[in-house]
Each structure stands twice: as C-alpha cells, then as structure tokens.
C-alpha cells in the first residue's frame, strides 16, 4: 500500500491532489471506497461511517474536479469559472446549514469558533470540510502564493520563505525535473 502524500497546505488542495497526475492518473485515492478511507484517515478526517461511502465516490469525484478548476487557474494568476465557483459555495452553504459553531479552545489558545456537526466521519461532512477549506482559501488566500507542480499538475500553497516553490515536492518531482535536466545538459 502506498503512503499518502500531502503536499498542497490546505486541505482542499490536498483533495484536488488524490489523482497522482494529470490528464492521466496512474494513482486515485478516490477510486475505491477504501482507498479513500485511507486518504481521509491520513488528513486527520477519519470516516467512521462506511456504509454510505462507495455511493458518496462519484460526488467526491466531481468536488475534487470543481476544486482543481477553480485552484488551478488561480496558481497560474487566472480567474476560475463561475460555475464551479459556485459549485464550492453550494457545497459550504449544504454543509453550513447543516452544521453549527461550537467553540474551541486548547491549551494556551485563545477562544475561536469551528463550523461542526453531529454526526462526524461521514463522506458527506469530508466534502464540507474540503468545502469549507476551498471557501477558507478564496477568501483570506494567500491566492498569490498558490503553485501547480509542473511534473504532475499537482497544486499547492507556497509556504516557503521566499515564495520560490516550484514542485510539488522535492522528493519526487524536484528530484526527477533536476535530474532530467542535468542528464540533458551532459548528453548535449
């Protein structure tokens, strides 16, 4: 089985990135209701609730394309369409009207607020979270540090001090981009 691998710094970035690349995957953790029980559990989202989860698959499917489309042309300083703009609005406002704010506090942190709901670890609450993430980030970004590896099409927000981030991960694509390159320029 293969590790999950996080790399966008949101979740909802994470969720565009359960195909391991684009246009054609060779890995979706979204392909089976086990895989993404597998994925959920590595995001801290556990899904207790098995029973729905095959039938919740194509949604998710289709939430995880809206969430590329509207992230991917913002990593490339373009506006998103509309349609799946509003497609993630309708997916918070759901989750929204279903939920209610409880108020949280850990040790040392100040009183905050969180969106939950009283059934967690469902499929249907994941995709509110997703939702609610990808709402999180078109509203206080930062949108002008979001990136889209060049190898895989994978996206993710630069959290790098100096805002140069160019792979997914330095691990597999970084790597593979530097040695392609440097295999080019001694064969020349």
């Known amino acids: 089985m293969m590790d999950v691998e996080l790399v966008g710094n949101a979740l909802c970035l994470d969720f565009a990135n359960t195909v391991n690349a684009r246009p054609v995957a060779r890995r979706d953790w979204l392909a ?50 509309r349609a ?22 850990g040790e040392g942190e100040d009183l ?28 206080h970004g930062p949108l002008g540090r979001l990136g889209e590896c060049p190898s895989c099409c994978w996206l993710f927000l630069d959290t790098s001090k100096n805002n140069r981030r160019r792979w997914c991960s330095m691990t597999t694509c970084g790597s593979r981009d530097k040695s392609r390159r440097y295999y080019a320029t001694r064969s020349s």
């Open 112 to 139: 905050h607020y969180r969106l939950t709901w009283d059934t967690p670890g469902t499929a249907r609450i994941l995709l509110w979270e997703v939702a609610a993430s990808a709402m999180e980030l078109l509203g």
């Open 32 to 81: 089976s209701a086990e895989e993404a029980e597998t994925w959920a559990r590595a995001v801290g989202h556990p899904i207790e609730e098995t029973a729905g989860l095959a039938a919740a698959l194509p949604a998710a499917r289709e939430l995880r394309e809206v969430v590329f489309r509207v992230f991917q042309p913002l990593a490339h300083g373009e506006r998103p369409p």
């Open 84 to 105: 799946d703009l509003d497609a993630i609005a309708a997916t918070h406002a759901d989750g929204v009207a279903h939920g209610r704010l409880d108020d949280r506090r």
